[in-house]
């Protein structure tokens, strides 16, 4: 099935406090093994099973998170 | 389907809203706060009223919270913006007003501006944002803070007998006939978030009416004083803060009290 949604990760903006792990039901994130300017591993997209549900960006504290959907 | 065409505006579903400025915030990663404001955010944004709105900011982790909200902001004294905020509304009773406050913030200075502004029956809405902890001090313990729990000044766990026991104060307010619209959310899931801003939202609808104070307290996580990291400190907050600090409404409009806070204390 081709890909529904999409997300755009701010990575300098972004903690990595992996409360976005949590919230995606389909397991499209995980954590960077690089770190950003601030020091933080950032969230990073893996595969492309998204729906563009938005729960990622609706708990991330940092707002980091931009989501997209075909309609 | 390519990937890129997905990434376009016409598909753009959530970005964060223009209620909220574009500056970094201050708060430590997973923080309770950062989405607390977010919700609140987009309660104003989606009511269209960031041009009718005036914030008070507390004092507290929270307190540079009008750098974050993109509408006009007051900062007010230790536990004073209920009644900075009552003074605001009253000047200009046309404009939205609330006050963002914390639990050390609203519970335990400013107790006495809170029950007086909220018995008077004040068209504001507080947003009370509880970790059970003064978190921007280094973890002391606050009048919520859980029996047993540890805090940074009661090492081995909060003892009722010489510590006293938490006060709630959320369902302390609302048996005060002043307030129209009380209620405890939390905002660490995305079901959660979305009821914490319709519960926001409802209540600056309530205000628009006149009809009485109104408070919506999120109970928050605090990684750092806690001594946890973000996800697990959620996870102990839903083991630990939600049997005592129990979500759901308290005061709702035309039924009166719908829970006495008592399960579970």
């Known amino acids: 099935m081709a890909a529904k949604g999409d997300i755009i990760i701010d990575i300098e903006r972004c903690k990595g406090c992996q409360v976005c792990l949590d919230a995606c039901p389909k397991d499209v994130l995980e954590m960077s093994r690089k770190v950003n300017a601030k020091g933080y591993q950032y969230t990073v997209k893996v595969n492309s099973d998204c729906t563009g549900c938005a729960n990622c960006a609706i708990v991330c504290p940092d707002a980091v998170i931009s989501v997209y959907r075909v309609k | 389907m390519a990937e890129q065409s997905i990434i376009s505006p016409e598909n753009l579903v959530y970005k964060k809203t223009d209620v909220m400025t574009d500056r970094e915030l201050h708060y430590c990663p997973g923080c309770g706060h950062g989405t607390a404001h977010r919700m609140l955010a987009e309660a104003i944004d989606e009511l269209g009223i960031q041009s009718e709105t005036i914030g008070v900011a507390p004092v507290g982790c929270s307190v540079l919270a009008y750098y974050y909200l993109n509408v006009d902001m007051q900062e007010a ?54 970790n059970g902890i003064y978190g921007m001090t280094g973890g002391q313990m606050a009048p919520t803070t859980l029996p047993g729990m540890k805090s940074s000044t009661c090492p081995m766990g909060r003892d009722v007998l010489t510590m006293g026991n938490p006060l709630k104060i959320t369902e302390l307010v609302a048996q005060l006939p002043g307030t129209y619209y009380v209620t405890r959310q939390s905002v660490h899931t995305p079901g959660n978030a979305r009821k914490a801003k319709r519960a926001m939202k409802k209540a600056l609808e309530y205000q628009k009416e006149n009809k009485g104070a109104c408070l919506v307290e999120v109970v928050s996580n605090c990684p750092s004083g806690w001594k946890m990291n973000p996800v697990d400190s959620n996870k102990w907050m839903e083991e630990n803060m939600f049997p005592f600090y129990q979500l759901g409404d308290i005061k709702v409009p035309g039924k009166g009290l719908v829970s006495d806070g008592k399960n579970g204390s």
């Open chain 2, 77 to 130: 004294a230790h536990g004073r913006a209920p009644a900075v905020a009552t003074g605001i509304k009253r000047v200009f009773p046309e404009k939205y007003v609330f006050t963002y406050q914390g639990d050390g913030d609203l519970a335990a200075i400013g107790t006495a501006e809170t029950i007086h502004a909220c018995n008077r029956g004040e068209n504001i809405l507080i947003v009370f944002i509880n």
